[in-house]
């Protein structure tokens, strides 16, 4: 079978605690080196992450800029890559050991395939695992209804840490929208799983760094995190809208491809500014229809209920009521006990200590 050379395209910003295990992780790879190169950019810290970083030099190249977001780093790491597939990784996640054999050996079997993801383990900020992989549908191009409607639930697996791409394909998307400062992998992703086929691999390889500093994955209602990601969303959705009519998309594929994204982005401007309790409703139901289409008629109508009353209180409000009941212990052991949320039958999930 023939070989790929592989850059790894690390992009990294005030990641002084965490950069370190990134690197060692892509350098002990059980991948030769020689087929390998490992950039790392940075933007714009303003910690000690460029001195970390350069003392690994000259196994791994820093490229340094001033701070303009995952696009903007993106943007200038990407036409430094010499490899004809490229894989990402957050400064603050880490690769399994076989993660760039296992990704070269699926884009060297099967030339249809353009980008490859893979399981990720959640690394909890209480130090627990929760490893998520797919079951079924690890085959899927995003350029057809049936194809999109298998991709908008396989995203996850897709992101940042998990998504290598043929540098071909990233040649043909070009530069990302640096106005999409987060949630930029999802532009890349996209468009790749609709020029070429997806594979998702049946195995965990990345892991996925819950903290305080994550700028998709929230803890808490930080209002100023809320919005930044909200902008990037709603950015994310249109610009993804009209690429995709650019390059000749279906409007019903383009339509299923971006739903997610775009009811995603209209739920936090509710949650922020308020609204029509009929947004809440649409919305509300948009993301519950995407993310549990195989929920029982039971939790169904419970669902429907809940946005029943929304219909009668400002956006604001539900969603303020929504965080107060979250927090409550009776509420989520009753929810737990007699309606929980319905799995995602095409994901499992496996708990375990952490390493």
Known sequence: MPRSFVSVLIDTYNHERFIEQAIVSALEQDFPAAEREIIVVDDGSTDRT???VKKF???VRLLRKENGGQ???F????????????AFLDGDDWWAPQKLTRVAQAMNADASVGIVGHGIVNVQRDGRERAEVLREGFHFQANTIDGALLFRRRGAFLGTSRMAIRAAILTWIG????????QADEYLFTLAAVFMGAQILPEA??????????SFQLAGHDAQKLRHKQKSLAILAKSLSRQLEIIGVEPEVCRTVVEYTQASADQLRLVLDGGWPWETVKTEWTIYDIL??????????FKMLILFGALFVTPKRFYSLQRTLAQSGFYKHARARWLPVPEMEHIQKDWHAGS
């Open 50 to 52: 460029p001195e970390i």
């Open 71 to 73: 696009a903007s780093a």
């Open 75 to 86: 943007n200038a790491g990407i036409p430094e890559c010499r490899g004809e597939i490229v």
């Open 292 to 301: 549990h289409p195989e929920a029982p008629f039971s939790h169904r109508a």
């Open 57 to 59: 030099e000259p196994r």
């Open 175 to 182: 530069p990302v929208p640096e106005t999409i400062e987060i």
């Open 205 to 214: 390889l990345t892991y996925y760094r819950l903290h305080e500093g994550n």
